[in-house]
């Protein structure tokens, strides 16, 4: 039998997750955390995943970080079966605000963002909670048209019940907020517009989610979050809250540390699977993985693993993960992007030759270069090298030919070590260091070789 299907398209009843970024700054380490923690949530359950925009907030959000976004968890190898913007959403919201009005589940209130702020100063003064005192509610329909026609025009407030919110956390256990604990949250601005809260709690009710996983930075914001799904007569999902991440000093990471958003750790060179290893890491009592693919991490993916200590981001543990993984990579995961490069005769011979000896991708541009494009020798010991050259094959250098060959220039010459080998680097490669002789031979050939080894550029 065919599953029913939510009004927006998924399979009832399928674990779906949602991550929801706002397009207000760049992505940061910690965003992408949390978006790849749903997203493996989601996939070892063989679930959905919803992209969700929350661009209602006209104010502070930037249409064109929108495309940035997609591009930087694409670039982290996320995807996902669903995309909303909740900008294009504003009938829905509409319409779900129409039906607590019409329940009495919301009042109007007039206080301009001045006064709600003067009086949460003077809560907090007093040693009270800066919790909204229900002014509006009280107001009778003469004091409501005085301060309408002063030009006033309402924001909305959700009417919270007077009895406890209770719910079992994923990852934090059993929470509990009384209802003096919590303000009565604003659904609608008075520019007509649908507040985070609000639109979030329509959109998980209209897109089915099931599950909530985010920072426990909204641990509050889940208590007025049911409240207002059970006030629109949704089913509430589970929800599951994570220790926010710290960075190496121990603070809060921030979206404006530009060090730490995926946009500049991508310039810089890291790993994508490398950062995804050790995000998924974070946290857990595992170490981070070296992976070949997204998909490797899903095998002993379990949300329990997660404690509830903040852990923190250590820039140079991910560096020096994300070089074993670059090492790791297998010729047909990077073949792609050795094409992107514009390396398309690269083969397989040259990536394992080479690989070993990276600490970013870019470098293999370098030592391409070395092997396809002229280079002028290094020559340090003329006579050493000649007698190399004497010494060369007359066939093809294969790999078992080159390390045969170094192995009788060893014996004739007597040298081993650095007196073998730099001279014989100097002069083929430039540097002192680098790949293996015995594989960066072939890919060099015979001709190449011997012009080098006599100064000559080639």
Same mark, same amino acid.
Request: proline letters at 7%; aromatic letters at 6%; hydrophobic letters at 45%.
């Given at each position: ?12 009843? !399928? +674990? ?16 992408? /955390? ?7 949530? &989601? ?12 661009? !209602? ?43 607590? /009005? ?5 009042? %109007? ?8 702020? &003067? ?47 209770? @719910? ?43 599950? #909530? ?25 589970? @929800? ?39 995000? %998924?890491?974070?946290?857990? %009592?595992?170490?981070?993985? +070296?992976? #070949? ?45 050795? #094409?992107?490069?514009?390396? +398309? ?8 030759? #080479? /690989? ?12 391409? &270069? ?28 294969? /790999? ?12 004739? +010459? ?45």
């Amino acid at each position: 039998m065919t599953p029913p299907r939510s009004r927006n398209g998924r399979p009832a009843l !399928t +674990t779906t997750v949602r991550f929801a970024p706002s397009p207000t700054g760049r992505l940061h380490v910690g965003n992408a /955390r949390t978006a790849l923690i749903n997203w493996l949530f &989601a996939r070892s359950r063989s679930g959905w995943v919803l992209l969700r925009i929350d661009d !209602t907030d006209l104010a502070r959000s930037d249409p064109t970080l929108i495309p940035v976004i997609d591009a930087d968890l694409r670039w982290l190898g996320l995807d996902w079966d669903l995309v909303a913007r909740q900008s294009e959403r504003l009938d829905d919201y509409d319409q779900a605000f129409e039906r607590l /009005r019409a329940a009495g589940r919301v009042y %109007a209130c007039y206080e301009t963002s001045e006064e709600l702020d &003067a009086a949460r100063r003077q809560a907090r003064a007093a040693g009270r909670p800066p919790l909204y005192d229900r002014t509006g509610l009280r107001l009778g329909a003469a004091e409501r048209a005085r301060l309408e026609a002063e030009g006033r025009r309402p924001h909305w407030r959700f009417a919270l019940p007077d009895d406890p919110v209770r @719910f079992a956390d994923l990852i934090q256990g059993e929470k509990r907020f009384s209802a003096g604990a919590l303000s009565d949250p604003v659904v609608r601005r008075a520019d007509g517009s649908p507040t985070f809260l609000f639109a979030s709690a329509v959109d998980d009710a209209a897109f089915g989610i099931t599950h #909530v996983v985010r920072g426990e930075d909204h641990v509050t914001n889940t208590a007025v979050q049911i409240r207002l799904m059970q006030g629109l007569d949704a089913a509430v999902p589970a @929800f599951a809250h994570l220790p926010l991440l710290l960075d190496a000093a121990g603070a809060p990471l921030s979206k404006r540390l530009g060090s730490l958003d995926l946009g500049a750790l991508q310039a810089e060179g890291v790993e994508p699977l490398a950062l995804a290893s050790y995000l %998924a890491a974070l946290g857990t %009592a595992l170490a981070p993985r +070296t992976i #070949v693919a997204l998909g490797d991490l899903l095998g002993d993916f379990r949300l329990e693993a997660y404690g509830r200590a903040s852990p923190r981001f250590d820039p140079g543990a991910l560096e020096r993960h994300s070089v074993e993984t670059l090492r790791a990579l297998p010729y047909a995961t990077v073949r792609p992007r050795l #094409v992107a490069s514009g390396l +398309t005769e690269a083969g397989e011979d040259f990536w394992l030759a #080479v /690989r070993p000896n990276l600490g970013r991708f870019a470098e293999v541009a370098h030592w391409w &270069a070395v092997c396809r494009a002229a280079l002028v020798p290094v020559v340090e010991d003329p006579d050493y090298l000649e007698q190399a050259a004497s010494l060369l094959p007359d066939r093809d250098l294969d /790999r078992p030919a080159a390390e045969a060959w170094i192995d009788r220039l060893k014996h004739a +010459t007597g040298r081993k070590g650095r007196a073998l080998y730099r001279p014989l680097r100097l002069a083929l490669t430039g540097r002192e260091h680098g790949p293996a002789l015995g594989h960066l031979l072939p890919i060099l050939g015979r001709e190449r070789v011997l012009a080098r080894l006599r100064g000559q550029t080639a």
